[in-house]
């Protein structure tokens, strides 16, 4: 029977030991337990096989155990939880009532949007900064559901700062996110409700906000409105429930209007029915008027030195117009100001917006830091739009020339220059 080498049946047994593919304390073991087995020569016989073959299996057994031990298990190898990078405290709060479901979703799930559908991503939530992961082991109201917390029902002690913690076998981040559970009365309703807006004398809806995970892939979701506590004839002209959504029209909004509204959902979990709720805060505002806007300022001619620093005011007048949605802007030789001054020189000053006897005014000046002569021949216009009109004032500058005149003074007694009067003119 022809014989075989060693290296032949390492190479067969561990190809990334051979050929500089791999190396380390895995493959070093792996050729020290084989050298065992070859310790006779080069080459074996059959009868030396069967000699060596309880060896030869022992050391296979210890090459799979190898193997196992080395294979990435994304629990086991994930990076330590003291090297995890701390991204922050998420902006919201989440505010929910006492008795009703919680879902907590990781803040920073979007830049992991492979997390929980990858077998090698890891998510574990803990409560204020304790190393304790929860749920606990003989938690059952709480449990994780891709990669969220669920909390159901939730209660007042389960309020606080939940961190989340996303890992693979090669990195880590954890940020947190505050957690508030009220008991459901009068007095959390401003806490607890989401502020939404409509305008007077129009047609506009409230939405039910956050149900997501109880409306997932269900196309009868029946929603109840209530507001200040009463339910509400969803099928009136006033008020139209639209099916199917989340959405409360309201037709003709008026100033009665406004108030607490309350939005409710069932949610069944393993048989048992959940209220879900909502609390929105409506705010009517009043509707917006557009006038066409007046530039009242600056002057076509304006007088500086050389060298010294100037403000142009750019004034318009809007009389009982709205001031939000009317733009105000200064251009040079029909460049916008940023780009024709780069370097700050020229500058658009913070825009204002204030009333006088009831009428309305926005104001930008245009700041020159300092004046060269290179304004004189500069082309500015001050330009404003809104939805009604498109309005445009030119004003160039001029040097102002200073020529000191002195007064001589004649009287009785004395002839001569006066020592001290004397006037400035500028032309």
Known sequence: MQGCSFQTWLSASAPGCLGGVASGSWCESVSRGTKRLWSAGPEISTSCVLQK???????????????????????????????????????????????????????????????????????????????????????????????????????????????????????????????????????????????????????????????????????????????????????????????????LLIQNVSVEDAGYYTCAMTFTHEGMPYNVTRNIELRVNKKEEETIPVIISPHQTILASLGSRLTIPCKVFLGAGTQSTTMLWWMANNTRIENAYQGGRVAEGQRQEYSENNENYIEVPLVFDPVIREDLNTDFKCLVRNTLSFQTLRTTVKEVYIILLTCTLIGRGHAGPWPHPSWLVEI
Not at 82 to 91: D, M, S
Not at 172 to 188: G, N, P, Q, W, Y
Not at 195 to 207: D, K, N
């Open 53 to 247: 073959l309880p060896e030869t299996m022992f050391i296979f057994y210890m090459l799979v155990m190898s193997v196992s031990a080395f294979t990435i298990q994304p629990e086991e190898h994930a990076v330590a939880a003291e090297n995890c990078k701390f991204l922050g405290k998420h902006f919201k709060t989440d505010f929910r009532v006492e008795g009703e479901p919680v879902v907590l979703r990781c803040p920073q799930a979007q830049l992991w949007l492979w997390a929980s559908v990858s077998p090698y991503v890891n998510v574990t939530w803990r409560k204020n900064d304790s190393t304790r992961k929860v749920p606990g082991e003989e938690e059952t109201r709480m449990w994780i559901q891709d990669g969220a917390l669920w909390i159901l029902p939730a209660l007042q002690e389960d309020s606080g700062t939940y961190i989340c913690t996303i890992r693979n076998a090669s990195y880590c981040d954890e940020m947190s996110i505050e957690l508030r559970v009220f008991e459901k009365t009068e007095a959390s309703l401003p806490f607890i409700s989401y502020p939404q807006i409509l305008t007077l004398s129009t047609s506009g809806s409230l939405v039910c906000p956050e149900l997501s995970e109880f409306t997932h892939n269900k196309m009868d979701v029946k929603i109840q409105w209530y507001k200040d506590s009463v339910l509400l004839d969803q099928d009136n002209e006033k008020f139209l429930s639209v099916r199917g959504t989340s959405r």
